[in-house]
């Protein structure tokens, strides 16, 4: 072989080299991912934030309310630049999956991270933090001995002195959902019509009305989502207020939790790129950037609750698998219009 054959050889390794060179870093630029999220920004965005900077992947959001963005993917259909949707209330991820806007993921990291009772059966959305919904009361009027069970609420010992927060609140209507998949319809329908009857107020328009109510002796006692709880408690700590765990006996089932989560879309474009993100969004780094920022519950076992959500005390969950959720969240809703829960 001649020196003018050696160095074309060269040089065409070199060029070839220099091609793979170039499609990768171009590849590793531009891979990215399009969520749809009914997540607040301030609360997500450090979240995509780390994951940029750790994978080099954009994530392009759109932010707005569960109901039209659910709305917004059912007519965009396989036109949509969306690859994952992020939202809050197990009710809210069955009907995605129901109207047929997500698809199943096999996944051993997610299925590792995530509890089965935290998932859908099918795979198709999945748990990313876990939020409870027990009872809150006022410590200068209330002994928490003298406190149980959901359930209980309907005690006529409660009469005037317990206040809700609207039955149109999904999280209501989950909770709901829950207790009927638990004791049936019949027996559920007498608890919630007993908690009708015991209502010092009509119900209020949120969780943090409720609790203000309480703390003004409006109530003695409601039912919120804890991390209402830990941000009101955060601008007032002085206000009389305390967390008690409803159902811890052994022959109770323990606190309904709930979840936000997320799943993949059913025409999403980077589909295996959106399977990573979920998959690192289980993980012990997300776990901690999700729950902390918003006060909830790393759903991953293996992580630990931030201190200052810990220091509400230990519970046992209700171990009944979310879905229910949004599988009797009709049935629930037509039973709270029977019983007057407005």
Known sequence: MDKHQSLLRRLSGIFAATAMLSVAMTAFATSEIVVYSARNEQLIKPLFDAYTKETGTTIKFLTDKEGPLLQKLKAEGANTPADILITVDAGNLWQASNLGLLQPVKSKTLLDNVPAHLRDPANQWFGLSVRARTIIYNKDKVKPAALSTYEDLGNPKWKDRLCLRTSKAVYNQSLVAMMINEYGEPKTEKIVKSWVANLATSPLSNDTRAMEAVAAGQCDMTVVNTYYYGALMKKKPKLPLAIFWPNQNTKDSGVHVNISGAGVTRHAKHRAD?????????????????????????????????????????????????????????????????????
Do not use: C, H
């Open 274 to 342: 959106a399977v990573k993100f979920l998959e690192w969004m289980s993980s012990e780094k997300a776990q901690n950037l999700l729950a902390d920022a918003n006060m909830e519950y790393p759903v991953n076992p293996k992580v630990k609750t931030d201190a200052e959500v810990a220091a509400w005390g230990e519970f046992k969950q209700n171990p009944i698998n979310v879905v229910k959720a949004g599988e009797l969240q009709a049935t629930a809703v037509k039973l709270m219009d029977r019983v007057r829960y407005k």
